[in-house]
């Protein structure tokens, strides 16, 4: 398992992304640094199936799920100021085999925006959230609603 810091903005699957040493994958940790803009532009998995954080987005950051693509992170994702774009027909998963986990905020300015388009959702044009097991826990100020199907 290795532990990955964004150096720069980028594609979740650019080296550069992350310091040129390879990118986030299956079992590994992530973090996005404050400011850095990261796109995740091809079906990723990240974390090992724990109960911990294994990504991580802080402050004034971004995280975009490319159209089509599925991000699944294997234990707890947490968020701080910045925002979350999920493009049409993308998935975010997220959750851990070990027990529950959840998608926290950690700070009280945190934008989920779904890019999909359109008024009302239809079977092609949606972004997904879906939690892989375990209770449902969308940790989030109470000014934010969150729609979800079980």
């Not at 299956?26 to 079906?43: C, L």
């Not at 926290?104 to 239809?122: E, F, H, L, M, V």
């Amino acid at each position: 398992m290795a532990s990955y810091t964004s150096t720069q903005s980028g594609n979740w699957s650019n080296n550069a992304t992350w310091g040129g040493s390879g990118h986030p994958v299956s079992g590994d940790d992530a973090t996005i640094a404050t400011g850095h803009n990261i796109t995740v532009d091809v079906n990723s998995v990240v974390g090992d199936d724990s109960t911990n954080v294994v990504l991580t987005s802080n402050g004034n950051s971004t995280i975009t799920i490319a159209s089509g693509v599925t991000l699944t992170v294997r234990g707890e994702l947490a968020v701080a100021t910045g925002s979350l774009t999920l493009s049409k027909n993308c998935i975010l998963e997220w959750g851990s085999t070990a027990g529950n986990t959840s998608f926290r905020q950690t700070a009280a300015d945190y934008t989920i925006q779904c890019a999909g388009g359109g008024n009302a959702p239809s079977s092609g044009n949606r972004a997904t959230i879906r939690k892989r097991s375990g209770a449902v826990a969308v940790l989030m100020s109470p000014y934010y609603r969150c729609a979800y199907d079980l």
